[in-house]
């Protein structure tokens, strides 16, 4: 039987990235991965296949709505070669798997593929084309999180489908109905939208992206709809049904009447939970919460001593970089070192087109806080970098203590968002006031200039170009 310091289970961006410091610091490490490709759902069914379409999708869009404008004259009709734009995300998926192949072999970490299973605390059974059992110290679960649906929609994988179904389309829908106002619906709502899709969203709350600042979402429900984007909100799903290549969605809406939708595809998009399936937790001593998550200390601990659980599975963001920030946090702990994560800082993207990004608290948690705040907000449209490119929709808004100036929330729409918040996640880091973002020269003609404005508009109402 092989022994380990660390067996991590599951290879999605916690696991692996857990099982890479671990190795870095010394410790005979395993991984074991129930599917045939390393990755997760991330980099196979999630965050780099769907920006993978949404890049594709955004070029034909430029192509058929914008080149013109640019001087750019294409003769004849541009068209979309779907079945080629799917095997294209599937190339970048390929690629980006066998780099954490490599990046395993690299660090000399054992990889096991098959279905990781406690048979006690510190032994694992691992069933696939053979069962083996190996012995482990320690053992990080990051199995992650599947796609959850409402339990009246029998979803089919053909017409009611989630996430994964829709990065693999073989025709362009009709009428995509996506059942939820989320990240994922909306970002994958666009990819099918922009290809000549009609697209409704029903979202159960009172607006889109109803975990963020209300202000982006009035933002990008106003962008969407002008886009031709049919959103409902205040509207809860009762029944989805399919006829043949007909699905059809119905819903009370906020006045309680009745309202059906007919289209060839619906997205259900409500969200992800933990997935446990066949880990046997309990066998190990692991408790779960009501919710299905492992529960753990804020060492990122189970009820198990030498079992920690990172990412997706635990409390918390389900977002890739908050469960590679856990990866590295446990690593460092089993090692003897004191880390920390800032669960404050880890910023949230939507990569629309424009993209929205946040860090830190919104408008409504500092109200509900009680915390005074000023806001600085400058509009996108006003900086010489978007006109360049016509990307003017969106504004980059800093909450600030209203007494000491210190930098309490950064939200924003607009191009490259996703990018630019970064700077607001170090300038957090850091405990910046607005003040000291304002003082800082940022190159010109950027996106991030807004940001500068803000600070300024944020301190005295000093921004320069509006």
Not at 62 to 70: G, P, S, Y
Not at 274 to 282: F, I, K, R, S
Not at 383 to 391: Q, V
């Amino acid at each position: 039987m092989n022994s380990y310091d660390v067996a991590v289970i599951g290879s999605g961006p916690g696991g692996y990235v857990a099982a890479i410091r671990c190795a870095q610091l010394g410790m005979k490490t395993a991984i074991i991965e129930k599917y045939s490709t390393l990755g997760g759902t991330c980099l196979n069914v999630g965050c780099i296949p769907s920006k993978a379409l949404l890049d594709s999708s955004h070029h034909y869009e430029d192509a058929v709505k914008h080149f013109e404008e640019h001087g750019i004259e294409i003769p004849g009709d541009i068209k979309v070669n779907l079945e080629k734009m799917i095997a294209r995300k599937q190339a970048v998926v390929d690629q980006t798997t066998g780099g954490i192949d490599f990046l395993m072999k690299k660090n000399n970490i054992d990889v096991y593929e098959g279905l990781g299973a406690f048979k006690d605390a510190t032994h694992i059974t691992i069933t696939g084309k053979e069962t083996i059992e190996i012995e482990a110290k320690n053992t990080i679960i990051a199995t992650g999180s599947k796609p959850s649906s409402l339990p009246f929609i029998k979803i089919d994988k053909e017409r009611i489908i989630t996430s994964t179904e829709a990065l693999k389309l073989k025709e362009i829908p009709k009428h995509l109905i996506v059942i939820g106002g989320g990240v994922i619906g909306l970002e994958l709502g666009q990819v099918y939208k922009r290809l000549g899709a009609e697209v409704s969203v029903v979202e159960y709350m009172d607006r889109i992206i109803p975990t963020m600042d209300s202000g982006l979402s009035k933002e990008l429900n106003k962008v969407l709809k002008k886009q031709k984007f049919k959103i409902n909100t205040s509207h809860k799903v009762k029944s989805v049904e399919r006829a043949g290549d007909e699905v059809v969605v119905k819903a009370d809406n906020k006045k309680g009447e009745e309202v059906e939708f007919r289209g060839d595809y619906c997205l259900v998009s409500v969200g992800r939970r933990p997935y446990t399936d066949g880990l046997n937790a309990e066998a190990a001593g692991v408790k779960l919460n009501d919710r299905g998550q492992v529960e753990v200390n804020d060492h990122l601990q189970t009820s198990a001593s030498n079992i920690y659980a990172i990412g997706d599975v635990v409390k918390g963001a389900m977002l890739a970089h908050k469960a590679e920030e856990e990866g590295v946090f446990v690593a460092e702990t089993l090692a003897g070192q004191k880390p920390h994560i800032d669960y404050n800082l880890i910023p949230g993207v939507v990569y629309t087109w424009p993209e929205v990004a946040a860090v830190g608290k919104s408008e409504e948690q500092l109200k509900e806080a009680g915390v005074a705040y000023k806001v600085g907000q400058f509009p996108m449209r006003a900086l010489g970098r978007s006109r360049a490119s016509m990307d003017l929709d969106g504004f980059v808004k800093i909450l600030a203590d209203k007494n000491t100036d210190e930098i309490l929330g950064v939200h924003m729409v607009g191009a490259r968002a996703a990018d630019m918040i970064a700077e607001a996640v170090v300038a957090m880091e850091y405990r910046a006031s607005a003040e000291d973002v304002s003082r800082m020269s940022h190159a010109h003609p950027t996106f991030t200039e807004a940001i500068k404005e803000a600070a300024l508009a944020a301190t005295g109402d000093r921004a320069l170009h509006v």
